[in-house]
Nanobody, 123 residues
Framework: QVQLVESGGGLVQAGGSLRLSCVASGRTSGNYAMGWFRQAPGKECEFVAATSWYDGNTYYGDSVKGRFTVSGENANTVYLQMNSLKPEDTAVYYC?????????????????WGQGTQVTVSS
């Protein structure tokens, strides 16, 4: 089992930036895809982005394309750089991991989750 810990959330004005971090520990071997999801109050869990350290591939949800960038520092650390933030980006952001191969936008395909970090964007 992989343990995930997110950090970097906070309060920011619209148009600002934040960078989220996710560190994995436990049974990690690099053969994992790391994903970011978010959930706002009263809304379903939404796919944000995913990446694989193994091959460097990335995958983004439509609502964040061109504004957010997902990257990996190493096999166990992934970042989500969020620029041009909007009030509708306000949510709890979760890091998740799934065994390779392939990236996925489906929460059910991820078997390890962090506890989440709150991002609030004020207008």
């Amino acid at each position: 089992q992989v343990q995930l810990v997110e950090s970097g959330g906070g309060l920011v004005q619209a148009g600002g930036s934040l960078r989220l971090s996710c560190v994995a520990s436990g049974r990690t071997s690099g053969n994992y895809a790391m994903g970011w999801f978010r959930q706002a109050p009263g809304k379903e869990c939404e796919f944000v982005a995913a990446t694989s350290w193994y091959d460097g591939n990335t995958y983004y949800g439509d609502s964040v394309k061109g504004r957010f960038t997902v990257s990996g520092e190493n096999a166990n650390t992934v970042y989500l750089q969020m620029n041009s933030l909007k009030p509708e980006d306000t949510a709890v952001y979760y890091c998740a991991a799934r065994p390779l191969p392939g990236l996925s936008s489906l929460p059910l395909e991820y078997n390890s989750w962090g506890q989440g970090t709150q991002v609030t964007v004020s207008s």
